[in-house]
Nanobody, 123 residues
Framework: QLQLVESGGGLVQAGGSLRLSCAAS????????MGWFRQAPGKERDLVTV????????DYRDSVKGRFTISRDDIKNTVYLQMNSLKPDDTAVYYC????????????????WGQGTQVTVSS
């Protein structure tokens, strides 16, 4: 069983930056693709970005391209989300997820989820 714990959320002004971390425990996460999702109040949970098991492939939703960067450190069993030029529309609970790449990118039947971390961007 893989446990995922997010950290690094908080309140930031528009234009600012945050770095989210997702630490995995219980087993190595190296075989898994890792993703970040977000859910704003009253909205569905959407994929923000995903990175393949070996880090060779990444994908981002259009609204965060050029501003967000996903990375992984398999020695530390941690995946990161660097968020720059934050906008009020980025306000959401951010969730870390792990599974096969196809499952994460489709957001269906994902095996492992973290508990989420709140990101609030003030205007």
């Amino acid at each position: 069983q893989l446990q995922l714990v997010e950290s690094g959320g908080g309140l930031v002004q528009a234009g600012g930056s945050l770095r989210l971390s997702c630490a995995a425990s219980g087993r190595t996460f190296s075989p898994y693709a890792m993703g970040w999702f977000r859910q704003a109040p009253g909205k569905e949970r959407d994929l923000v970005t995903v990175i393949s098991w070996n880090g060779a492939t990444t994908d981002y939703r259009d609204s965060v391209k050029g501003r967000f960067t996903i990375s992984r450190d398999d020695i530390k069993n941690t995946v990161y989300l660097q968020m720059n030029s934050l906008k009020p529309d980025d306000t959401a609970v951010y969730y870390c997820a792990a599974d096969e790449y196809s499952a994460v990118i489709n957001g269906r039947g994902v095996k492992y989820w973290g508990q989420g971390t709140q990101v609030t961007v003030s205007s």
